[in-house]
């Protein structure tokens, strides 16, 4: 950081000696732009650490809460709750271990009756190719949850992997 000011002081001496310079004056954006960079991702540092943790993967149970809780109704029940604190937990999980990807897959809350047969997490990576292929998979995604008695599901897609706009 200490070289990258030095240089900067040098070549706005420069430019004061020459300011018709368009490659000096060049450089002088260019460095500033960095030192600026440099500070605030110094700032970003220095607040991440007093705020404690900076893993995405290991969320602050309140700030987990607070996600869980603006999204569902406040009827719902606790093993709701519970269950989409893990699915979102989960989720920033693998994102972070992924390097920012996260596979499609549809997560199931199972009920009691549930057998040993039944999964509960579902690939639904080629869902999204197109709006046939969407069609079906909600078709048996429906016919899934009747069928293994799941009191929630909740779909984990990257918006990125959509590849065209549809609503069902």
């Known amino acids: 950081m200490e070289r990258y000011d030095e240089a900067l002081a040098t070549y706005r ?31 970003d540092k220095k607040g991440v650490e007093s705020n404690g943790s900076s893993d995405v993967s290991q969320p602050d149970a309140q700030r987990l809460d607070g996600v869980v809780d603006g999204a569902l109704p406040p009827s719902t029940s606790d093993e709701i709750r519970k269950f989409a604190k893990e699915t979102v937990a989960l989720a920033l999980k693998e994102w972070n271990d992924k390097n920012g990807t996260v596979d499609a897959n549809v997560r199931l809350c199972l009920g009691k009756d549930a057998t040993k047969e039944t999964v509960p997490n579902v690939a639904v990576e080629k869902a999204f190719e197109s709006p046939d292929t969407l069609n079906s998979c909600a078709g048996f995604l429906r016919q899934y949850v009747v069928e293994s008695s799941a009191t929630a599901a909740c779909l984990i897609v990257a918006k990125k992997s959509i590849a065209f706009p549809q609503v069902i």
């Open 13 to 43: 001496e420069a430019l004061a000696q020459n300011p018709s310079s368009s490659e000096v004056a060049t450089k002088v954006k260019r460095l500033t732009q960095i030192v600026r960079d440099k500070k605030r991702s110094q700032q």
